[in-house]
């Protein structure tokens, strides 16, 4: 069983982080991915030299396009990959180390073809020495966009994100595709928690400019395709 990990990275010093949750795993993962510059940040090499990344995480691969093409660029990537199993997390998350081996348990479930974690509000049950150190708004749901595994064949029947969403609606692409025309089911484990440590890393400005841009985008999709609103998917 093949179980590859895709990482968008803005934040080079807090990717880290990430890293150290996904090589903590007590269900090993063979490959993980990181996309410099994958969204609009700075370079790995800001913080420390390739060397330094390769020493510290083997099995690590750093793929580069060469411009800021934003975090849906990189599922699109994640997508066509060659494995039986496929995660995603923003660089920006803290998980639990048992999330691979609970998602693959779930995945016992043939009707089931994405698995998230929970995702906990930074209200919420947070020690009183991190008060500051993780952020997490309430906006993010069911755990969309946040830390998610999907079957590799599942992954490779999705349609690419188109390149009009480069950072917002690449999970409700996804979520059309694989509940609305796929029939699958998208789960969030409730028994599993991630945060996301540094909160959110897209700014204001940025937020205005792209994220108007891709709303337009996005209802003119579903206005096309009979679909006025996405119902929320199943839980577990």
């Known amino acids: 069983m093949k179980i590859a990990v895709f990482v968008p990275c803005m934040r080079p010093k807090e990717l880290v982080d990430a890293l150290d949750d996904v090589y903590a795993q007590s269900m090993p993962v063979q490959q993980v991915f990181v996309v410099d510059n994958g969204d609009f940040g700075s370079k790995l090499t800001d913080h420390k030299s390739i060397d330094w990344w390769h020493e510290r995480y083997k099995n690590l691969y750093i793929h580069d396009f060469g411009e800021n093409v934003g975090t849906n660029a990189v599922w699109n990537l994640g997508f066509q990959y060659k494995a039986d199993f496929i995660m995603f997390i923003p660089d920006d998350m803290r998980f639990d180390h048992h999330f691979v081996h609970k998602c693959i348990h779930t995945f016992n479930d043939p009707n089931v073809a994405i698995v998230s974690a929970k995702i906990i509000p930074w209200e919420e049950e947070l020690p009183e020495d991190k008060q500051f150190a993780y952020r997490c708004g309430r906006t993010c749901g069911h755990g969309k966009a946040g830390v998610f595994m999907i079957r590799g064949s599942v992954a490779r029947e999705i349609p690419l994100i188109p390149p009009e969403y480069k950072i917002f609606y690449g999970d409700d692409w996804i979520d059309f595709h694989v509940r609305l025309r796929m029939r699958k089911i998208w789960t969030e484990l409730r028994w599993s928690c991630a945060r ?13 400019t792209v994220m108007r841009k891709e709303k337009q985008h996005w209802y003119k999709f579903l206005e096309e395709n009979n679909e006025g609103r996405l119902p929320f998917r199943q839980q577990r």
């Open 196 to 208: 996301h440590k540094y909160g959110q890393g897209v700014s204001a400005t940025l937020k205005k």
